[in-house]
């Protein structure tokens, strides 16, 4: 019992760190800084966007956490998983045309942030299932 919950703590604790340097790491992708946007200026697509993009990690890593063999296992895939997200994010935000996610992000427009969210999500699905070879 002991060794499953030491287990348990283990994989969990490695995924928070996961999640949280993520976090760091996204609003360094965007060109936009998230959490101004989110937390000084109330931008709910900033928020919804952002939102997204941590579910769309999320699903991948639940995904490597049920598939993984080994610890280190789990923590390769969980890195894959994170490296796909934010690539994603690289390249949604830093396309500059008519149709840029930065500017409408940064304007606030909530469609977009939905859209945005909603394509971390898919991208999340997709890394997940990619993983569950």
Do not use: H
């Not at 609003?27 to 900033?46: G, H, R, S």
Request: with cysteine; proline share 2%.
């Amino acid at each position: 019992m002991f060794l499953s919950f030491f287990f348990f703590i283990l994989f969990f604790v490695t995924a928070l760190a996961v999640m949280v340097g993520f976090l760091f790491l996204y609003a360094k992708v965007t060109p936009y800084d998230d959490y101004k946007l989110i937390f000084q200026e109330n931008n709910t697509a900033a928020a919804i966007g952002f939102g997204g993009a941590i579910v769309g990690l999320s699903i991948p890593l639940y995904s490597a956490l049920v598939s993984s063999v080994s610890y280190l296992d789990f923590i390769i895939w969980a890195v894959v998983a994170m490296l796909v997200q934010l690539g994603f994010a690289y390249m949604v935000t830093r396309k500059g045309c008519k149709y840029s996610f930065e500017n409408k992000i940064e304007e606030g427009v909530v469609p977009v942030g939905i859209m945005m969210a909603f394509l971390s999500i898919s991208i999340g699905l997709l890394n997940a299932g990619s993983m569950s070879y």
